[in-house]
């Protein structure tokens, strides 16, 4: 009975510093973040030290606090980067074009929860097994619209053609891992899939509703009156002006491609303005109303209980208090691209790369540890030899314990 007792003692123990670790890893708090110091300088000396583990071409970075840029860090290996220096941001578009569509709404233009099929005359969606009037505005803004598409537009090359609106959403000539056609493929409503094309959609919806080009749209009605004026979905314009040099990851030059799918995939714009733009996505601005704001941040898209996605931005994590982390980041051809607000606090993160696949994705990953101590996969996967290093260690003294305990019971 006695050896029994202590069994059951030593695996007890076993399974209380096992479930330990776990809890300690979902948490965050046994995980070993980017930096211990909470001073702005101190996240962005030690995002420059990770730069340096990987190759890339240039980067741009702004922390914000309380609605503030608060440290600022850049590096190229040629042309100097500034925070007015534009790159293109690729799915980080997506969050811009949001406030596009938010416009046309406030105007009484758009009705969020109508049918698009009936604002459209240039194109409409196939016929499909499904019911086309459930697909709404709302549905296409967080991915839930039934479109299967899931992309993932690559662009075409400087000098190819490049096809018509209409072309792309029938059949993508850029389509990256799908056939990419905008159809209905699931009841719409029913669950999250990530689609390139129904943001391409939106694109058209706009352009019809307000009958300008969207590149237009965008500048008159977003980008100027938010002061992103070093910002364009204009690709002629964007390369006419302070535009970052794009890499390889092997550090020969690359180019940046064209796109038909602008509100998807082809803002140019700058951490500078992208700071401004988070600033403005804290309140008060002359764009968006607050109740617009409210709305646009509201989870719409879930995976169980959880929210995933809200009407433009990403959702990301909680805070620990309730309060949603947000955002939005995009990748491209060695390109990367993030940015991230609490709009609580006002705390929020911008990053772009070029000649890397994903250092703006996980510089934003250890920025949400840092501020929250929530530990996303980045951060977790980084701690792995430790926490290994750790439940081993654990195992160790409760064997060792365990056996001292039975001698000295017999």
Do not use: C
């Amino acid at each position: 009975m006695t050896k029994l007792k202590t069994a059951l003692l030593f695996f007890t123990a076993l399974l209380t510093w096992t479930a330990f670790i776990i809890y300690g890893l979902t948490s965050g708090f046994l995980l070993r973040g980017i930096t211990t110091d909470d001073s702005p300088a101190a996240f962005i000396a030690a995002a420059e030290e990770k730069l340096q583990e990987a190759y890339a071409g240039n980067m741009a970075m702004a922390l914000l606090d309380d609605g503030e840029v608060v440290g600022t860090a850049y590096h190229s290996v040629a042309e100097e980067v500034t925070d007015s220096t534009a790159f293109l941001v690729a799915s980080l578009s997506k969050w811009v074009t949001a406030w596009g569509v938010f416009k046309l709404v406030e105007t009484g233009q758009l009705d969020l929860d109508a049918p698009v099929d009936s604002y459209l005359t240039r194109w409409q969606l196939p016929a499909s097994n499904f019911d086309n009037d459930e697909v709404t505005a709302r549905r296409l803004l967080s991915h839930t619209a039934g479109l299967v598409d899931s992309l993932g537009y690559a662009g075409f090359k400087p000098g190819e053609p490049a096809q018509t609106l209409e072309a792309s959403l029938t059949a993508p000539a850029d389509a990256s891992w799908s056939d990419g056609a905008a159809r209905v493929g699931i009841a719409p409503g029913d669950q999250f899939i990530y689609s390139g094309a129904s943001y391409t959609l939106l694109q058209l919806l706009i352009e019809e509703i307000s009958g300008q080009r969207f590149q237009d749209f965008m500048a008159d009605q977003i980008l100027e009156p938010l002061g992103m004026h070093h910002s364009t979905f204009d690709r002629d314009k964007a390369h006419s002006g302070d535009l970052a040099q794009p890499y390889k990851t092997d550090g020969t030059l690359n180019v940046y491609d064209q796109f038909t799918a602008l509100a998807a995939a082809s803002l140019y714009t700058t951490t500078g303005d992208i700071a401004r733009f988070i600033q403005a996505n804290l309140g008060s601005n002359p764009v968006l109303s607050e109740a617009s704001l409210d709305a646009m941040y509201t989870a719409h898209a879930f995976i169980g209980d959880t929210g995933i996605h809200a009407l433009g931005p990403e959702i990301f994590a909680r805070d620990g208090k309730g309060t949603f982390i947000h955002g939005h980041d995009g990748s491209g051809d060695a390109l990367n691209t993030a940015a991230r607000i609490n709009r609580e606090t006002g705390e929020g993160i911008v990053v772009f790369v070029t000649g890397n696949y994903n250092y703006a994705s996980r510089m934003a990953d250890y920025w949400i540890h840092w501020t929250t101590g929530i530990a996303d996969f980045v951060v977790i996967m980084s701690n792995k030899n430790w926490l290994l290093t750790l439940l081993l260690a654990g195992y160790g003294v409760i064997l060792v314990g365990g056996i001292v305990l039975a001698r000295r019971k017999k």
